[in-house]
């Protein structure tokens, strides 16, 4: 079997018997036709021509391109798992990509707002209809430290006012519950009083958050409304909502201390992921440190 034919089964696998959304197939298709390129360019006809320095001379090449080191651990990751299957199928004795590893890069802090900040962005100053839905959603972000995602896909009777809880379905389609803070049912409340009755389809009539045109509101139509909002309230950053949930997360570790509360709350399958809110805490202890100790400020004089 050829590589597109191989590479087609499996995905048609991820499809049908691991149900995986859209969204990931599509980066699985790419990171495979990446792998694909590599074997036309060098000769190899099918996977199981490659060798482990096929592995280790494709990711150089995808480095010399200048790929982030989190796109090429994401094309390496589809490759094991293609060789995974390859040796489930068809009894491959070996996965070429099992030890190779992505080259390593800093990590980056994500960007977070201040409260002082939070709060200047959340001051909508409009009260029509788009407004109140804008405010909502960006109330939700801030109090729930949801995805981008997770926030697109929630339902009307997905909140529960009374104990104040929203279920959300997050990454690998895990259900998590989170608490909704008073402002954001405030505001969620405030928008469900103008919300459109009509609705285009099903799927949008469940929506809570819906466009003028009745449809479940749309990723970019987030993005490009928050980033307008930021603009609208005098900030000297675009907003996204990332940020948002990131300054969420922040928040909530310098308060509480509790870093296994913010994994749950976040969503994360691994600690490891959310402690990267703590380097941001230490850095803010930092400026503290040097706006603030005696010793801290002659250092810097001098």
């Excluded at 997770?150 to 997050?170: A, F």
């Amino acid at each position: 079997m050829e590589f597109e034919q191989a590479a087609e089964a499996f995905l048609s696998y991820l499809r049908d018997v691991r149900q995986l959304s859209a969204h990931t197939l599509a980066n699985y298709r790419r990171d495979l036709a990446s792998l694909q390129r590599y074997c036309e360019r060098h000769g190899r006809r099918s996977a199981e021509q490659l060798a482990e320095a096929d592995i280790r001379q494709w990711v150089s090449e995808m480095h010399r391109r200048g790929l982030a080191g989190s796109s090429i651990q994401r094309s390496l990751s589809a490759a094991r798992s293609f060789f995974n299957y390859l040796g489930r199928e068809r009894g491959r004795p070996r996965n070429p990509a099992a030890s190779v590893q992505a080259p390593r890069k800093p990590r980056k802090l994500p960007k977070t707002l201040d409260a002082d900040q939070v709060e200047k962005y959340l001051s909508f100053a409009g009260e029509s209809v788009i407004d109140r839905r804008d405010r909502a959603i960006a109330e939700l972000f801030y109090s729930s430290g949801l995805r981008l995602a997770e926030l697109v896909s929630v339902n009307i009777d997905d909140i529960d006012r009374h104990s104040q809880l929203l279920s959300v379905t997050g990454k690998g389609s895990k259900t998590r519950t989170v608490p909704v803070g008073s402002v954001a049912l405030e505001a969620i409340e405030r928008w469900l009083e103008v919300r459109p009755h009509t609705a285009a389809d099903e799927d949008s009539a469940k929506a809570l958050f819906t466009s003028s045109r009745g449809r479940r509101i749309s990723v970019r139509s987030i993005q490009a409304r928050l980033k307008l909002q930021g603009r609208k309230s005098g900030m000297h950053q675009d907003v996204h909502p990332h940020m948002l949930r990131h300054s969420f997360a922040s928040h909530m570790l310098e308060s509480s201390g509790d870093l296994r509360a913010v994994q749950e709350l976040l969503g994360h399958a691994n600690i490891s992921t959310t402690q990267i809110y703590t380097h941001l805490d230490f850095q803010h202890l930092a400026k503290v440190y040097d706006a603030a100790h005696p010793r801290a400020k002659k250092r810097k004089d001098r």
